[in-house]
């Protein structure tokens, strides 16, 4: 079973940035979609980017696009989310998830396509 570790979260002023990283343990890490949600107090859990297995395609929520950017480092097993101009609204705890089938490259935006998930790591961003 895949194990999914985030970090890189914590309080940051509105306008601010926050790199997130989410290291994943084993040796499939290049194979398989990867995905950021979040999800905020008394709400569901919400698709904010994702990117294939090659890296080569990246998808973004509206609300996120321009502001934020998804990477991987398939060497390292780590996935990133580059987080710039953060407003008050992305206060939420952010997950990692891997895609539940390997060589997945479209249908990364829903939750459905995930089959692990991280323990998630808090954002905070203050007005």
């Known amino acids: 079973q895949v194990q999914l570790v985030e970090s890189g979260g914590g309080l940051v002023q509105a306008g601010g940035s926050l790199r997130l990283s989410c290291t994943a343990s084993?040796?499939?890490?290049?194979?398989?979609?990867m995905g950021w949600f979040r999800q905020a107090p008394g709400k569901e859990r919400e698709f904010v980017a994702a990117?294939?297995?090659?890296?080569?395609?990246?998808y973004y929520a509206d609300s996120v696009k321009g502001r934020f950017t998804i990477s991987r480092d398939n060497a390292k097993n780590t996935l990133y989310l580059q987080m710039n101009s953060l407003k008050p609204e992305d206060t939420a705890v952010y997950y990692c998830?891997?895609?539940?089938?390997?060589?997945?490259?479209?249908?990364?935006?829903?939750?459905?396509?995930?089959?692990?998930w991280g323990q998630g790591t808090q954002v905070i961003v203050s007005s």
């Open positions: 990117i294939s297995f090659s890296g080569g395609a990246q």
């Open positions: 084993g040796r499939t890490f290049s194979i398989y979609g």
């Open positions: 998830g891997r895609g539940a089938r390997p060589h997945a490259t479209v249908g990364l935006t829903g939750r459905a396509a995930y089959g692990n």
